[in-house]
């Protein structure tokens, strides 16, 4: 099995970004990184040293070098506890040192993958892509507030909470009759923040939103949203 890891963070201060990285153990590292405004994966890879200082090429280009991530993984937290691969900091820069910019993240997950297994394949799902554009396409149309495409990709009957209470509903009816109280402002508000792209998946599915607002699965050989935590 391989060792990956899925981080979150910033560069910058200020612009959020995604990296997922198999780290070998020669200590040899490969994976992607993306800007979460454009949802595009760059290929990097590189090398952990005895020190546990980093250096991460990016190729933006193919069989170029864009830029060079240069950091280290933490040893300890903030309260002092030992630390694995879960937190790193340093600077991006231009390979001519140009552009330099301050990185930092922290680890959302780490898992074991069979070699050649793709990303959502522990939920049962073997095209990512196809997940990741119905992910995409779900949290578009309830941003957007069409409702009957929402309730088309709910996969009922589905326990959902209104006024505080959980209820069951069985039929799209009921859910478009309660659309307004089960996506409410304050939900709306929080995944609207959801990351489509490179997300959390586990047996039971696949996470659409930090908090596990949505779950995505599969149900009758369709994709469907099988979870909705409101």
């Keep these: 099995s391989e060792e990956w890891h899925d981080y ?37 890879t590189g090398e952990v040293e005895a020190d546990q200082t980093v250096v991460l090429q990016e190729h933006g280009q193919p069989g170029r070098v864009t830029g060079i991530f240069r950091g280290k993984f933490m040893e300890r937290d903030a309260i ?42 522990v939920a049962g799902l073997k095209d990512d892509m196809a997940v990741e554009r119905f992910a995409q396409q779900f ?29 069951k509903v069985r039929h799209k009816e009921v859910l478009l009759a309660r659309y307004a109280a089960i996506f409410h402002p304050a939900f709306l508000q929080t995944f609207a923040h959801a990351v489509p792209h490179a997300m959390f998946a586990r047996d039971t599915g696949v996470m659409l939103g930090e908090h596990g607002e949505v779950w995505i699965g599969e149900r009758d050989g369709a994709l469907k949203v099988i979870s909705i935590n409101n």
């Design 8 to 44: 979150s963070g910033q560069l910058d201060g200020r612009i959020p970004i995604r990296m997922t990285l198999r780290i070998q153990p020669d200590r040899r590292v490969s994976g992607s990184y993306f800007y979460v405004k454009s949802l595009q994966d760059i290929p990097i």
């Design 80 to 121: 002092g506890r030992k630390l694995g691969y879960e937190q790193m900091e340093g600077c991006w820069a231009k390979p001519d040192g140009s552009d330099s910019r301050l990185f930092r993240l922290a680890q959302l997950s780490e898992r074991l993958r069979r070699p050649g297994e793709n990303r959502y394949a």
């Design 139 to 167: 949290m578009a149309e309830v941003l957007s507030g069409d409702r009957a495409k929402v309730a088309a990709a709910v996969h009922l009957p589905i326990i959902v909470r209104v006024g505080g209470w959980p209820i």
